[in-house]
């Protein structure tokens, strides 16, 4: 059975650390906490242990490939001026992960992007299908990110709003089902 990979992109206002893009920063681990948590998720790209004194992008991700950023990313590759905020996860279903983006703290998060982010003229999220023992890899969502921007939704890389099954037939979020299994509303 498929999965879903999903991957979202964003450029923050000021580089990790500042105090203007704190408060994200505060609210990333118990997020991924929520993510972790809810119903339908299977895993997150996740760097190997004890590499805190490494920047991103020279931290062993695992199975998740080499740590990349999409074309649309031109600032700094250091801790003190990266300023990039992605992630790469595996959801069970469509709903799954819609759910989470929409609902809980993710939610309250996203309704505060303007706040820390810059407007994005690339899309902030893409998602496809995977077999269900395969890990995407970061340099594929780089590629799905920058083809969603370069062709829109197709079955290679697509959007909630535009969403294909993993047969590759265009289809459609169940709302109502995606609330459900968030559970209560929060």
């Known amino acids: 059975m498929a999965r879903v990979a999903f991957t979202t992109f964003a ?8 105090p203007e893009v704190q408060e994200f920063d505060d609210l990333t681990p118990p997020t991924f906490e929520e993510a972790e948590n809810s119903p339908g998720f299977v895993a997150r790209a996740k760097e190997e ?3 805190s004194h490494l920047s991103n992008f020279h931290r ?8 990349e950023v999409p074309r649309f990313y031109t600032g700094g590759r250091t801790d003190e001026t990266d300023s990039r905020a992605c992630t790469l996860s595996l959801w069970a279903d469509l709903e799954s992960v819609f759910a989470f983006a929409y609902g809980g703290l993710h939610r309250t998060t996203l309704s505060r ?17 995977v077999a269900d023992d395969a890990t995407p890899t970061w340099a ?3 590629v799905r990110l920058e083809h969603l921007h370069d062709h ?3 079955p290679f890389s697509f959007s909630f ?3 294909f099954d993993a047969d590759g037939a265009p289809t459609k979020v169940n709302a ?3 609330r459900r299994a968030s559970g209560p509303a929060s």
């Open 140 to 142: 594929d969502a780089c």
């Open 60 to 67: 062993d991700w695992g199975d998740w490939g080499k740590f």
């Open 152 to 154: 829109g939704s197709s």
């Open 11 to 18: 450029i923050l206002k000021e580089p990790y650390g500042h």
């Open 113 to 129: 992007r303007h706040e820390w982010f810059l407007k994005p003229e690339w899309p902030t999220y893409a998602a496809w299908w």
């Open 176 to 178: 109502s089902a995606a």
């Open 49 to 51: 242990p004890n590499q």
């Open 161 to 163: 709003r535009k969403p």
